[in-house]
Each structure stands twice: as structure tokens, then as C-alpha cells.
Nanobody, 121 residues
């Protein structure tokens, strides 16, 4: 398994931007599909965005399309989530995950510890 560490969360006003990073350990990072999920207080964890091992395929939840962009740098073993036009409902703990394919990310065995994103109105 790969170890994941998220960073970049914080407090931002509505309409602002944040960039989350997820650093992975291990030489096999480039073989994993990567994804971002989030969990708001009292709610289930939900899918946000995913990217294939090559970066050639991306997928987004409807509620972030046009605002968030997922990318990866395999040379740096890092995946990013650029979040623009943030809304208060984007508040939550953001987790990154690694899996063999995008389709299996929700059941991924590798998760980070999460980074808190708080968007004030």
C-alpha cells in the first residue's frame, strides 16, 4: 500500500481558492489512480474528483465541475486539487485515496488522514 499525507486546507471566504496537495510515499505511486473525497459534519463521505494513473482521465462530482481541478505530478509523487469559487457547502475534511482504478477508489485501501477546509460565508 501507499502512504498518503494531505495538506493545504484552511479557512477561506466564499469565492476564494485553495489548493490541496496529497503526497504519497513509495515507488509505485504512478501505478495508482488517485482521488479526492470529502466529509462534512454529520454527513457521509462523498466523492469529489479522480484522476487515472497517467493523468489522462479525470472525473468530477457534478457539484464541483467547473470549479475544481485535479492533477498529478508523478515525478513528485503528488496529486493536487485546485479549488476555486469555493462555497460554504464545500466545507469538510478532504481525504485523498489511492487505488488500482478510478472505479475502485471508494473502496480504496490507502487513505490519508485528511485536511480541513472551512469556507465562511
Amino acid at each position: 500500500q501507499v502512504q498518503l499525507v494531505e495538506s493545504g486546507g484552511g479557512l477561506v471566504q466564499a469565492g476564494g481558492s485553495l489548493r490541496l496537495s496529497c503526497a504519497a510515499s513509495g515507488r509505485t505511486f504512478r501505478s495508482y489512480a488517485m482521488g479526492w473525497f470529502r466529509q462534512a459534519p454529520g454527513k457521509e463521505r462523498e466523492f469529489v474528483a479522480a484522476i487515472s494513473w497517467s493523468g489522462g482521465i479525470t472525473d468530477y462530482a457534478e457539484f464541483v465541475k467547473g470549479r475544481f481541478t485535479i492533477s498529478r505530478d508523478n515525478a513528485k509523487n503528488t496529486v493536487y486539487l485546485q479549488m476555486n469559487s469555493l462555497k460554504p457547502e464545500d466545507t469538510g475534511v478532504y481525504y485523498c485515496a489511492a487505488a488500482g482504478t478510478i472505479a475502485t477508489l471508494a473502496q480504496a485501501g490507502s487513505w490519508g488522514q485528511g485536511t480541513q477546509v472551512t469556507v465562511s460565508s
